[in-house]
Each structure stands twice: as structure tokens, then as C-alpha cells.
């Protein structure tokens, strides 16, 4: 069962994004904060969403999106940050089911397009995504500002 995640499953998506970034071997990178997750899900001014995969009333995965801009179709379009299923449940179909599930609310949304991103050693979900009919956008390379990089370009 899909559904959306509700202010109660902020600390279950927190560990799920640990889990996701040990399976990434990104741990290291890990710094959040539920405050701030609870926030940004289900503050005042929500910035990201999540929805839930549930098997026998426990949360086995997970899909945490939000709205972007496309000016080359002049439509919005959906990203998708992070897409996991605890590994014991991979297999099952939650993973489409999460995908499939962002998948519709873009379009009901009016959505041009839905993007991600996967690690190049990441196999698995790299013939995932192609079995879906996602393609790898060749030509393009992602660039990131974080930390102290973020803070002196955004200075004044």
C-alpha cells in the first residue's frame, strides 16, 4: 500500500533516509534534522513531499519529491530526491509503486516531466529505472554548492 506520509512518520522517514544513504555509502554526508524534515514536509510553507510504502501496516519504503521548473517546456516538473526500499523488501513491487505513485501526481499536476538522479555504480537501480522507460540524460553533468562553497557565493 501507497500513501502519503503523515507529521507522525517524520522520525521513520529520518531513519529511512539513514538507511538509504548507508546503502549509497554516503553516510558521512548524513547532517539532518527532524525538526527541520518535519518542517520542510509539513510546516507552514512545505518545500518537499513524501510518500510511504506499507506492507502488513509497517513502512518498508519510501518517496521523497518536490516541484521544479522546466523553461524549455514552460511547464513544472517534478524531481524525484530519494526513492528506497529497505532491502529485504526490494523484489515486491514497492519500488514501482512508490515511482508509479510520484509518476501520477505529476501528471495530475500538470507536470512536464519527472527527473532523478542515480549513482553510475548503482546497477540494480540503474536497470530499475531503464525496465520503467527512464532514460539517462547523456550530455549532462550535475554540479553542487554546499557548505562553506554555498555560504561565500550567496555572500553579499
Not at 44 to 65: S, T
Not at 84 to 91: L, N, Q
Not at 108 to 115: A, I, N, T, V
Not at 149 to 155: P, Q, S, T, Y
Request: proline content about 5%; charged content about 25%.
Amino acid at each position: 500500500m501507497i500513501r502519503p506520509a503523515q507529521p507522525a512518520d517524520t522520525a521513520t522517514i529520518c531513519d529511512l533516509v539513514r538507511e538509504l544513504a548507508e546503502y549509497e555509502q554516503l553516510t558521512h554526508q548524513v547532517v539532518l534534522e527532524e525538526q527541520r524534515v518535519h518542517e520542510h514536509l509539513f510546516g507552514a510553507q512545505p518545500c518537499v513531499e513524501a510518500i510511504l510504502a506499507e506492507e502488513d501496516g509497517k513502512v518498508v519504503g519510501f518517496a521523497l519529491f518536490f516541484r521544479n521548473y522546466s523553461t524549455f517546456l514552460g511547464r513544472p516538473g517534478m524531481y524525484l530526491e530519494d526513492l528506497y526500499v529497505k532491502p529485504e523488501h526490494r523484489g515486491a513491487g514497492h519500488g514501482r509503486a512508490l515511482l508509479a505513485e510520484v509518476a501520477r501526481l505529476a501528471v495530475q499536476r500538470g507536470c512536464g516531466r519527472l527527473e532523478w538522479a542515480v549513482l553510475n555504480w548503482n546497477t540494480p537501480s540503474i536497470e530499475f529505472y531503464n525496465k520503467l522507460g527512464g532514460e539517462p540524460l547523456d550530455g549532462w553533468t550535475t554540479y553542487r554548492l554546499t557548505g562553506e562553497a554555498l555560504v561565500k557565493l550567496g555572500r553579499p
